[in-house]
């Protein structure tokens, strides 16, 4: 297959939903959870989508699908213009690979370097094994790890360290879509912003489209190009990155912003902060979910729900917007 040209959609979700069902005791009924809810969504080649929400709100159901690992109940996911259904697990794995957010429990602390980052060679049964620790190495200068810690393990390294050990394993396979999900939330805050930038990096260099998922619009802020924000299984916006202090956003993302740009100093780079709890998603509010936190809602808010409208780039779901 050739390679996607710039601007190119190269993962897509068309109507996408995952609903389980739940029971919350032995004689009750079953009741339904709308994990991921009617969710269309495009990723071009090169770009960064930031996707953000707070925990619940369906971002990592959404990875999981992408990368193959979650069936959607239903709906249709598209990679390279083509049915995901028309891949095999490994074909996906070798294009799209994620970095997760743990270094600590995503990598096996009794393995080397060595083993961890060629492990994906040895399950694709790329290139001949004496070329391996020549392709190892290549990846350690790329993720700015030294070659001597080759024959190190986990336990000796830190946390950042141990984030660049999972990089360069999500990279060896040459993937051209990389899926981020929560890459610097355990990592102490004057590491996050040097992995965030060997993320931009490596996209220059390598070409790299990214699907980057944080519960933080800070860090989502600072990689993205586009943002997408989702509430309770569902996008309510989409923007380009540059419009995100507009005054006319969703109150959601608006919130978002405001919890950003918290001026509590100890918070470092702060959390999401809103007024109310997270619903419940076994029983969502009415109308639109975000009626019982929302500083404008109005009577409409709770009897309908807001359908997501706009362009392709640029999209709200807001009875007020
Ligand atoms: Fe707020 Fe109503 Fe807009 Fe929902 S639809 S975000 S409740 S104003």
Same mark, same amino acid.
């Given at each position: 297959?050739?390679?996607?040209?710039?601007g190119?959609t190269?993962?897509?979700?068309?109507?996408v939903?995952?609903?389980?069902?739940?029971?919350q005791g032995?004689l009750?009924?079953p009741?339904?959870?709308g994990a991921?809810q009617d969710?269309?969504?495009r990723?071009q080649?090169g770009? =960064?989508?930031g996707?953000?929400?707070?925990s619940?709100s369906g971002?990592?159901?959404?990875?999981k699908?992408?990368?193959g690992?979650?069936q959607?109940?239903?709906g249709?996911?598209?990679?390279?213009?083509?049915s995901?259904?028309s891949y095999?697990?490994?074909w =996906?794995?070798r294009?799209i690979?994620?970095?997760?957010q743990?270094?600590?429990?995503?990598?096996?602390p009794?393995?080397t370097?060595?083993?961890?980052?060629g492990?994906?060679?040895?399950?694709?049964r790329i290139?001949?094994?004496?070329?391996w620790?020549?392709r190892?190495k290549?990846m350690?200068d790329l993720?700015g790890l030294p070659?001597?810690?080759?024959d190190?393990?986990?336990?000796?390294?830190s946390?950042?360290q141990r984030?660049?050990?999972a990089i360069?394993?999500?990279l =060896?396979?040459?993937?051209e879509?990389?899926?981020?999900?929560?890459?610097?939330?355990a990592?102490?805050?004057?590491?996050q912003?040097q992995?965030?930038?060997?993320?931009?990096e490596l996209r220059?260099?390598?070409?790299?489209?990214y699907?980057?998922?944080?519960?933080?619009?800070a860090v989502?802020?600072?990689?993205?190009?586009r943002?997408?924000?989702m509430?309770?299984?569902?996008?309510?916006e989409?923007?380009p990155?540059e419009k995100?202090?507009?005054?006319?956003?969703h109150?959601?993302?608006?919130?978002l912003?405001?919890?950003?740009?918290?001026?509590?100093?100890s918070l470092g780079v702060p959390?999401v902060q809103?007024?109310?709890?997270?619903p419940?998603p076994i029983?969502?509010p009415?109308?639109c979910?975000?009626?019982?936190r929302?500083?404008?809602?109005g009577?409409i808010c709770?009897a309908?729900?807001?359908?997501?409208?706009g362009?392709a780039?640029?999209r709200?779901?807001?009875?007020?917007?």
């Amino acid at each position: 297959m050739k390679d996607a040209a710039p601007g190119e959609t190269v993962l897509e979700l068309k109507n996408v939903s995952k609903i389980y069902d739940v029971r919350q005791g032995l004689l009750a009924a079953p009741k339904t959870l709308g994990a991921l809810q009617d969710v269309s969504l495009r990723i071009q080649k090169g770009e =960064i989508l930031g996707l953000v929400g707070e925990s619940g709100s369906g971002k990592s159901t959404l990875a999981k699908i992408l990368l193959g690992l979650l069936q959607p109940t239903s709906g249709k996911v598209e990679i390279f213009g083509q049915s995901h259904e028309s891949y095999d697990r490994r074909w =996906i794995a070798r294009r799209i690979q994620p970095i997760f957010q743990d270094p600590y429990s995503s990598l096996n602390p009794r393995k080397t370097v060595r083993e961890i980052v060629g492990l994906p060679l040895n399950i694709h049964r790329i290139a001949d094994r004496s070329e391996w620790d020549g392709r190892i190495k290549e990846m350690l200068d790329l993720v700015g790890l030294p070659q001597r810690l080759i024959d190190a393990n986990p336990a000796q390294m830190s946390g950042g360290q141990r984030q660049r050990v999972a990089i360069a394993r999500a990279l =060896i396979m040459k993937p051209e879509i990389v899926i981020c999900d929560e890459p610097t939330s355990a990592l102490d805050v004057s590491v996050q912003s040097q992995i965030l930038n060997l993320l931009m990096e490596l996209r220059e260099t390598l070409g790299l489209t990214y699907l980057f998922i944080s519960h933080n619009l800070a860090v989502v802020e600072h990689i993205a190009t586009r943002v997408a924000v989702m509430y309770l299984g569902r996008i309510v916006e989409e923007t380009p990155v540059e419009k995100l202090f507009d005054k006319q956003r969703h109150p959601y993302t608006r919130a978002l912003m405001e919890s950003v740009l918290s001026p509590e100093p100890s918070l470092g780079v702060p959390d999401v902060q809103i007024e109310g709890s997270f619903p419940n998603p076994i029983s969502p509010p009415s109308g639109c979910a975000f009626h019982p936190r929302c500083a404008i809602a109005g009577p409409i808010c709770s009897a309908e729900r807001p359908e997501l409208k706009g362009s392709a780039q640029e999209r709200v779901a807001c009875h007020m917007r």
